[in-house]
């Protein structure tokens, strides 16, 4: 057991580290991120930040040698530096679950293999793949890159055959995948924990709003029948076991018209869905990881109210800065940025949350807040 006062290592340095940090902190334990930036997110309040490039195993080394224990808020690092890592110190989730997930094509098969279900798909090397996938799969769909892809980067909606060659030529060579696009009814998430005995715990179900494949708004709990709650839990919990899971893990699904949960994407760590626990939670899911990290009981999982969350992208600022005070005035809205000095447009700053008596309520009191914090 990793007890308080030790050091927890952390690969990634954005916001998902910072929250992390911040529950470790409050429970007495050091934190000391490693990532190739400095004056990150995370860095603002750890205890040690470490600025160098994860294929430094040098540096790689030094870090694992100095921690009690390794994790993550960030998934694309090399299978080489989590190797090293892993011969110094004890890491969770696991290398190979990090491997998987990183890789949309690893990703789905490992889906397909265990007979999780998932839209269909090819893998796609060549222009003669792409041409026969399509044929098989139909149109619309989706072209991906198999690796490196998050918030629809590295995304292409095919809608006849008349864009199969532009977008093959768009991936320059890189490996991807085909898949079915689905007219889903809307996006859900869960979000779950598991420990070092195998104990889960679970947030239910959260339901996403994307705009321009990026989560918009997230609330809890989400609108969807008593049979598709079950499910969409036993799915993850299905997942989290086939993988030896330990730590906070999401899974996200599309829910079709007809109630079929599709699994989109597995993020081996805390998720930008289940941001909401944070503030609505006894235990966060920040707090859940740490905890499942360093081998202590899971905390609960309730929620003390039905809550929303709703990003704040670099555009907010596009007209200067937000007028915070306007968001704050109203009751129940929590504030959280994330330290990053340059607002660009797309990226992610920060969120409010806000608790109230229904999910839907705290929908409209995120959106008015969010929409009297910007000016002009
Ligand atoms: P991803 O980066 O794969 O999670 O995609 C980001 C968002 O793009 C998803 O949350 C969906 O809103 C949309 N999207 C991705 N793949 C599909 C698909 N096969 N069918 C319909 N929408 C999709």
């Not at 409050?26 to 004056?39: A, C, L, Q, W």
């Not at 003669?128 to 996938?133: G, Q, S, V």
């Not at 399509?134 to 008349?162: H, M, N, R, W």
Request: glycine share 6%; charged share 25%.
């Amino acid at each position: 057991m990793i007890l308080p006062n030790s050091v927890v290592g952390v690969f990634g340095s954005g916001q998902l580290g910072r929250m992390f940090a911040i529950e470790a902190r409050k429970m007495g334990y050091r934190v000391h991120t490693f990532s190739p930036e400095d004056d990150t997110p995370t860095g603002q309040v750890a205890d040690y930040e470490t600025c160098a490039d994860y294929e430094d195993l040098e540096a790689v080394r030094e870090f694992a040698e100095s921690v009690d224990v390794v994790t993550f808020e960030f998934e694309n690092v090399p299978s080489v530096c989590i190797e090293t890592a892993a011969q110094y110190a004890e890491v969770f989730p696991k290398g190979e679950i990090l491997h998987t997930t990183q890789n949309r094509l690893r990703e789905k098969t490992f889906l397909l293999r265990n007979n999780f279900p998932h839209a269909p798909f090819r893998h796609i090397v060549t222009l003669e793949d792409l041409r026969k996938a399509t044929g098989e799969i139909g149109f619309p769909c989706v072209l991906k890159t198999a690796g490196f892809g998050y918030d629809g980067k590295g995304q292409t909606k095919l809608k006849s055959a008349d864009d199969v060659e532009k977008a093959f030529a768009d991936l320059k060579n890189q490996e991807a995948v085909l898949e079915a696009f689905i007219e889903f009814e809307k996006e859900v998430s869960v979000v779950c924990a598991r420990d070092r005995k195998g104990n889960f715990a679970h947030y239910g179900v959260i339901e996403n709003d994307h705009v321009r494949h990026i989560l918009d708004v997230s609330f809890a709990p989400a609108i969807v029948s008593e049979k598709v709650y079950v499910e969409a839990v036993e799915i993850a919990r299905n997942i989290a076991e086939t993988f030896d899971y330990v730590g906070t893990l999401c899974v996200e699904f599309f829910l079709t018209k007809d109630e079929k949960l599709l699994i989109n994407e597995i993020a081996p760590r805390p998720h930008n869905s289940g941001h909401l626990t944070f503030d609505a939670c006894v235990t966060s899911q920040f707090e859940q990881q740490l905890r499942a990290v360093c081998g202590l009981p899971l905390g609960s999982s309730e929620f003390y109210k039905p809550a929303a969350m709703i990003n704040l992208l670099g555009d907010v600022w596009q007209t200067g800065e937000p007028d915070w005070t306007k968001a704050l005035e109203l009751p129940g809205v929590k504030l959280h940025l994330y330290g990053k000095a340059e607002a660009r447009p797309g990226r992610k700053m920060g969120h409010l949350t806000a608790l109230a008596e229904t999910s839907q309520k705290a929908v409209e009191i995120v959106k008015a807040a969010k929409q009297a914090l910007q000016r002009g």
